[in-house]
């Protein structure tokens, strides 16, 4: 895909959740991938897989940590209109509580010859 939206280390804990969406604001069927890492290596923790997304529709995936870890996520887009966002939450007494949001520029982004473009 042309491009790479990555965001940056988060630590979190045992329960914590890393969840991604994506808006396809264009016109067209497009594609995406969500993948969240571990910084063990990069090891992979969960995989979307590719998944089509219809003209302005959204898809998304959520990953609870089974235990504490440094983690990383990773949306693959197959054109500009696809809009990711990604954010790493913690449970709370009273529903919860975003850690950290990326979206937009918050993400560096990759080519596929993986050159920053943005």
């Not at 897989?49 to 089974?66: E, Q």
């Not at 693959?76 to 696809?82: D, F, N, P, Y």
């Not at 790493?88 to 990326?102: M, N």
């Amino acid at each position: 895909m042309p491009f790479t939206h990555v965001t940056g280390l988060m630590v979190l804990f045992k329960g914590d959740n890393v969840t991604a969406h994506v808006l396809n604001y264009g016109t067209t069927l497009e594609a995406t991938r969500i993948r969240v890492f571990t910084n063990r290596g990069g090891a992979l923790l969960a995989d979307s897989g590719d998944v089509k997304i219809n003209p302005r529709a959204t898809t998304g995936l959520a990953y609870g940590l089974t235990a504490a870890d440094e983690c990383w996520a990773e949306i693959e887009t197959s054109s500009e209109t696809l809009i990711p966002m990604c954010y790493f939450v913690r449970p709370a007494a009273s529903g919860f509580q975003i850690i950290s949001l990326f979206r937009g520029n918050d993400f560096g982004v990759f080519d596929p010859a993986g050159k920053r473009v943005w």
